[in-house]
């Protein structure tokens, strides 16, 4: 595609329940990540892949948060057990190749409201 | 541990004047340095890229420059207008954890009529 996509770009949903973000690349990055950023903070990190497997999930604050990219492209954010705290933007972005000059694109993000 | 800083947290300049924004970091050793812009409820925007070897890169009126061993980046916005109303943030990409962009938390910007 020619951005990142995610959706839905809003969710509401009560504690307790269990949610799924989705993310669609830009068409050919092999690095995908996840990031959480709360009102008037910078991005948080979370978990990056590349291709399929999870580099890096050093991020992900709890057991109830997951991560997959099955085919090395979509990837779905999974957060089980929803706490009020959990209410925050899920930014995704993507990039291709592996060096210094590696920039990285971002959706637009999915604002998680736990009432 | 890497830190990335931004100061001012806000700004609001008159129409016409240039912005300056600093972002500072604790850890030079960094591949590359990127600026974002963030309109409000909106995803990140990607304005600029600097690689670790670079002084600085210049896209329309808009200039980076980076001084590594300092630990500090600044972008410069020329001749501002009411549309440049958005908050920015610098990103580095560390050398220890590639995939592992660190953030500053940025400066929200605000140009009067």
């Known amino acids: 595609g020619a951005g990142v996509s995610q959706t839905p770009s809003n969710k509401v949903t009560e504690k307790g329940k269990y949610v799924e973000l989705r993310c669609d690349p830009i068409s050919g990055h092999t690095a995908l990540y996840w990031y959480r950023q709360s009102l008037g903070q910078g991005p948080e990190f979370l978990i990056y892949f590349q291709g399929t497997g999870a580099a890096d999930d050093s991020g992900l604050p709890n057991d109830r948060f997951f991560a997959v990219r099955p085919e090395g492209s979509v990837s779905t954010l999974k957060i089980q057990r929803t706490e009020r705290g959990d209410s925050a933007v899920y930014l995704c972005?993507?990039?291709?190749?592996?060096?210094?000059?590696?920039?990285?694109?971002f959706g637009q993000g999915t604002r998680l409201t736990v009432v | 541990k890497q830190e990335v800083t931004q100061i001012p947290a806000a700004l609001s300049v008159p129409e016409g004047e240039n912005l300056v924004l600093n972002c500072s970091f604790t850890?030079?050793?960094?591949?590359?340095l990127q600026w974002f812009r963030q309109d409000p409820g909106k995803g990140l925007t990607s304005l600029l890229l600097i690689q670790s070897s670079q002084r600085e890169q210049t896209s329309g009126r808009l200039n980076a420059s980076l001084d590594k061993s300092s630990g500090r980046s600044t972008l410069y916005i020329a001749a501002s207008q009411p549309g440049d109303s958005a908050t920015y943030l610098c990103?580095?990409?560390?050398?220890?954890?590639?995939?592992?962009?660190?953030f500053g938390a940025g400066t929200q910007v605000v140009v009067t009529p």
């Open positions: 850890d030079s050793a960094i591949y590359n």
């Open positions: 972005a993507s990039s291709l190749g592996t060096g210094g000059n590696t920039e990285a694109f």
């Open positions: 990103a580095v990409r560390p050398r220890d954890s590639w995939g592992k962009l660190q």
